[in-house]
């Protein structure tokens, strides 16, 4: 009889790895479906112990909108939803880059601890009447309107 074989190496595709003792809870059972599957999509972008890079993940809404086959409202939804009951942290807001790329917002998975820090596992204070502060970017352009570029005043006496 054949013996069978043992996989040594590493799996060809990625998987994520979520806690039983993450999701029997209160504030996972109040998430959207939405948002119970964007947040395995998030835990794809920790790329292990090694490289610890909790506090840095990012995905866009665009890429996750792309990823979960939703609009792109529908995952913003997502993300704030997943803020509101403690599994994910902003830790640095999108920005335009220098060269005019924007960059997304840089998010820690609350169940993951760091090497400098230990997992703040904020949904297991989550309550019903108690959501977590969402993240809002500072808003630079109150009023919407392009402010001109030059302080030039308009004479309609030189035109005739």
Not at 70 to 90: M, P, Y
Request: contains cysteine; glycine residues 6%.
């Amino acid at each position: 009889m054949k013996k069978k074989k043992i996989f040594k190496g590493e799996p060809s595709g990625k998987f994520a790895r979520l806690p039983l003792t993450v999701i029997d809870t209160p504030a996972w059972r109040a998430l959207s479906s939405t948002a119970q599957a964007l947040f395995p999509w998030l835990l794809m972008e920790f790329k292990g112990e090694k490289y610890n890079n909790n506090g840095k993940i990012s995905l866009s809404v665009r890429q996750a909108a792309e990823r979960m086959g939703v609009a792109k409202d529908t995952a913003a939804k997502a993300f704030r939803e997943l803020q509101a009951k403690g599994f994910i942290v902003v830790k640095k807001g999108a920005s335009l880059g220098v060269e005019g790329h924007g960059k997304c917002p840089e998010y820690e998975i609350t169940f993951i601890t760091t090497p400098h820090k230990e997992a703040s596992k904020l949904y297991l204070e989550w309550s019903e009447d108690n959501d977590f502060p969402i993240f809002a970017h500072p808003v630079k352009n109150p009023t919407g309107k392009s402010k001109p570029c030059h302080n030039y005043q308009f004479n309609a006496s030189l035109i005739l």
